[in-house]
């Protein structure tokens, strides 16, 4: 079975992109990061990328606060092609990607996010979840189109909400779940 290569997008610390870059070194996933890459210059994902070996890449993202300015955007298209990507995996990448993206990579960009979707798109979902004085909450894989957390779902995964969760408890559990999910389903696309 031949290795899926993958460009990885982040724009925080990076716990889901260990997570994927361990399963893969680990012999669990037939994947290959073919490249790490942020818009936040000393963004802790890039300092992960470091120590697993990948390539990795800051790209300055222009003077937009939510997405790449145009330039960018097409430099980012051509450094994942010339990396090779066949996968682009978003792991906390805090821009919305636009046509040239989408267009290069269609049905092959995938996203987490800290909540049973289609409930509570956007930022803090986990807070949103515990505003809303719900009992389970979760996270979700979608593929990326032009919206906000609004692509076609792929897998989800449960998590309890406690009496006494906090924002902070409750976000850490869903990242352990998110961990788990992520690299579950990265490897349907190897297969
Ligand atoms: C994750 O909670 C993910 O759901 C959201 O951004 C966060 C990234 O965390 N999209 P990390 O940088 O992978 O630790």
Redesign the pocket.
């Known amino acids: 079975m031949a290795a899926i290569g993958l460009g990885i997008l982040?724009?925080?610390?990076?716990?889901?992109?260990r997570a994927i870059l361990e399963q893969i070194r680990n012999g669990n996933l037939c994947a290959e990061a073919r490249i790490v890459i942020s818009d936040v210059f000393d963004a802790?994902?890039l300092d992960i990328a470091r120590e697993f070996g990948v390539p990795n890449a800051y790209l300055a993202p222009g003077n937009f606060r939510t997405r790449l300015s145009p330039e960018a955007e097409l430099a980012l298209v051509r450094m994942l092609r010339d990396a090779a990507v066949e996968l682009v995996v978003?792991?906390?990448?805090m821009r919305i990607l636009k046509s040239p993206t989408l267009e290069a990579f269609p049905h092959k960009i995938l996203?987490?996010?800290?909540s049973l979707l289609p409930k509570f798109p956007g930022l803090e979902a986990w807070k949103q979840a515990l505003a809303a004085h719900e009992t389970v909450t979760g996270?979700t894989v979608h593929y990326v189109d032009p919206g906000v957390d609004s692509g076609e779902i792929i897998a989800q995964r449960e998590v309890p909400i406690l009496p006494d969760d906090t924002p902070e408890s409750l976000?850490e559990r869903?990242?352990i779940a998110?961990r788990e999910l992520y690299p579950a389903v990265i490897a349907q696309f190897c297969d």
Do not use: D, T, V
């Open positions: 982040g724009s925080g610390k990076g716990s889901n992109c802790g994902i978003l792991a906390g990448y996203n987490i996010h800290p996270c976000h869903i990242q998110e």
